[in-house]
Each structure stands twice: as C-alpha cells, then as structure tokens.
C-alpha cells in the first residue's frame, strides 16, 4: 500500500518537513537491518483523536530496542508527547503511527555499539491492511513454506526491522500463488503466526491462540483480543497447534494493528466458513472501543497530555 505524504515527521526532538526526513546511505541499519520499530493506529472519537494502547507499544518499542542492544535517547513519556505533537502537527484525527529506532551513520560492520541511535517517528493516513473486504467477508490464507523465527536464531521479542526479511519472503510466496495471507509455522511444525499477523483459532467454542515459545510476537491487538475474550466470557486459551487444527476449526482469524481483526475464511483451500459468530463479536467490540464508545476498555484510547 502506498503512503500518502503529510506534512511533517518527528525526528530526533523536532519536526521536520516530510521531504527532508532523510538518512545518509551509509546509515547502519539500511545494511544490516538493526532498527526496532512499532506499528500503532490513531482512532477519531468524539473526543479527538485517540491513539489506541500507544503507552504499551511504546513500552514494547523500548524493550526491543534493550534487546539489541540500543540505549533510548527519549523517555516513554517523551515518546508519547511527540507521538501527539506529531499527529497534530499534520492536522490528522486519524492515522498509522510508525516509531523507528535504529542505528545511524558512523559506523560500519558487525559490531554496532558505536554507532548513533536515532529516532522518528512518521504519522500518515492508511486504511485497512488487508482491506475493508477482508474484514468483512475473510480472507484466503495459505501455509507458507518459509518458516517462523526461532528464538535461539534471533531475539524474537523484539519487533525489529531485519526479521521482517523472513514475513517478506512469506508474504510474496503465498501472494503469487494467489491467496491474501501467509500462514508460517515453526520448525517444528507448530502454527506461528501470519507474516505479519497473530492467529486465532475458534473450536467447540474454545478461543485459542499459540503461545510466545512457538515463535509469535506478543502483539498488542493479540493481547487486547486475549482480555476482551475473558471479559466477554468466551472461554480461552493459549496452546501449542498443528497445521490439521486450522483446517478443522471452526472460526480463524488474524489480529493485528494494521490489519486490526481479519477473518479467514478460507485455510490451503479448505473452506473455513463466513466469519463465524465469536470472530463477530470480537470485531463488534472492538470497533466500538476503538470508536470511542465502549466505556468498559476506554482505557485502551489514548488521548493527548493537557
């Protein structure tokens, strides 16, 4: 999807024009990937715009930047006063919202200590990730042959910009062979997760997801879908699953922040069903969070500091 440009982007404590957010060539993470980023969604409500669990993924932001290595130059709660200087900045009451920190020019090779952190932080309008359709009416989805991250290859916690090498691979694999979505497992055989996606399972009424250990990054839509299935009573779990669990399940669907709630309809052309009535509910309640018109999560919008 392409990006629209807006006026201004946070860099390094200020904002600058949109055409001069640029980096030298040399910098260190356009070669070997040593960046961490964030993915977060700004929602209008009729209370202005409201960033959705912007302090969690700030606080997630900071920790994948601790596992590689990468001291923040920014508090959490400076982070996300630029976030709504940024937002405002570019007059948008709604938007995806794109932290980066990285290592800069100054230094080149395998140890990275030396070079600069930089960080920025971009803001643009952006629709849904696998389109409004998807939500909708689900998706197709294919098992890929590229397989999820190991946690002993990578430090799998973190969200950092060289692993997405590995969803890159996936997600040009399944969509030249004609599907929406990946679906990657471990070496092992266990379900992982989308390319850039968690995945949820419905079965006999059971909500169930994998665990972290089976290589998923422990997403923020993934762990709001997790506290909203307990608050509505939908018995949950978290478990280890195999490929055979996604082709008799009763429900799927992924979770994200770009794609937020997205059926799948449809699982190695094995037809899953129309989103099923537990994927309903979930989408239903958090559409009305994310709207500003849930009052039991409208600690989950964010809005900006007086």
């Known amino acids: 999807m392409s990006i629209p440009e807006v006026d201004k982007i946070w860099m390094d404590g200020e904002l600058v024009p949109w055409g001069e957010a640029r980096v030298h060539v040399l910098t260190h993470a ?5 960046g961490v980023f964030e993915g977060i969604r700004c929602y209008k409500t009729p209370k202005g715009p409201a960033v959705f669990r912007l302090e969690e993924h700030l606080k997630r932001l900071i920790r994948s930047a601790k596992l590689y290595y990468m001291p923040v130059p920014y ?4 982070l996300y006063d630029a976030t709504f200087e940024l937002i405002e900045g570019n007059g948008l009451d709604h938007c995806y919202v794109r ?7 100054g230094e080149m ?4 200590l030396n070079a600069p952190v930089e960080v920025t932080i971009a803001a643009w309008p952006w629709g849904a990730y696998l389109g409004e359709e998807g939500i909708q009416k689900g998706i197709r989805a294919k098992v890929s042959s590229i397989q999820s991250l190991d946690h002993t290859a990578l430090a799998r916690a973190a969200k950092a910009t060289g692993q997405y090498l590995n969803s890159i691979l996936a997600k040009i694999e399944v969509t ?4 929406d979505e990946a679906i990657m497992l471990t070496e092992h055989g266990h379900v992982a997760e989308g390319s850039g996606e968690n995945i949820f399972v419905v079965r006999d009424g059971v909500l169930m997801t ?10 923020i ?35 994200g922040t770009a794609a937020e709630i997205v059926p799948i309809r449809e699982m190695d052309d094995h037809f899953i069903g129309d989103p099923g009535p537990i994927t309903r ?3 239903e309640k958090f559409r009305a969070i994310v709207e500003g018109r849930d009052e039991e999560f409208g600690h989950y919008m964010e809005y900006a500091r007086s």
């Open 30 to 34: 356009l070669h070997y990937g040593s």
């Open 75 to 78: 508090s959490l709660e400076r």
């Open 109 to 112: 090779g395998l140890f990275p």
């Open 176 to 179: 030249n062979a004609g599907y």
């Open 99 to 105: 932290p980066i920190i990285f290592r800069g020019y």
């Open 281 to 283: 509910r979930i989408q």
């Open 221 to 255: 839509t993934r762990d709001s879908v997790m506290k909203l299935a307990v608050a509505m009573g939908i018995p949950f779990r978290e478990r280890t699953m195999a490929r055979s669990d996604l082709v008799i399940a009763d429900e799927l669907f992924y979770t």
């Open 210 to 219: 994998p665990p972290p250990s089976d290589g998923v990054l422990e997403g």
